[in-house]
């Protein structure tokens, strides 16, 4: 019978076990720690800002390739402008409003709904931000989601569209949220 080791060499053993077991339970696959998000992750309600994306890739062996942001339609930001990536391909999808509103004492229809950015590519290990010019951001709420869609070369893709919950933890795949703050002034 042989010796069983002690000390380091067992505690290592028991921990590399230990997480073998995690694994497991979890069907292996651990939830990704990072995720699309907004910055800055706050601003001003009814206010102009300029939202940048930030997307990293979190596969290894693919690249991203496409990165598609929902806009609200049901508190619209009617002006959306985005800023050219080099390398990347920008389309701007708009939606009919059921109901026009007014901004600035004129109605307005019709507004941006999905920026989406292809062409690019996003390797593994970096991330790329994509960034709009967006407002006047929603009066009422006290936050704004923006589901994205981030779409690998292998064809995987990643929805982030789960909305976080105030005192809950935190989703397997969250939305990026703008916090609105009181206007300035």
Known sequence: MGKRPSG????GRSLLAA??????????SVPAGAHVSVHPERAPRGSFSILSFSVPNERPGASTVSVEIALPTDRPITSVSAQPVPGWTTTIERTAL??????????VSDVVSRVVWSGGAIRPGEFQQF??????LPTRGRTVAFEALQT???????????????GAPEPRF??????LTPPKG
């Open 8 to 11: 380091p060499r067992r505690r």
């Open 19 to 28: 997480g073998a077991i995690v694994v497991a339970a979890l069907g292996g």
């Open 98 to 107: 059921d109901t026009p509103v007014t901004v600035h004492g004129r109605p």
């Open 131 to 136: 960034t709009v010019s967006a407002g006047p």
């Open 152 to 166: 690998y070369s292998s064809g995987e893709v990643v929805r982030w569209v789960e909305i976080p919950k105030r």
């Open 174 to 179: 969250p939305a990026a949220v703008l916090t």
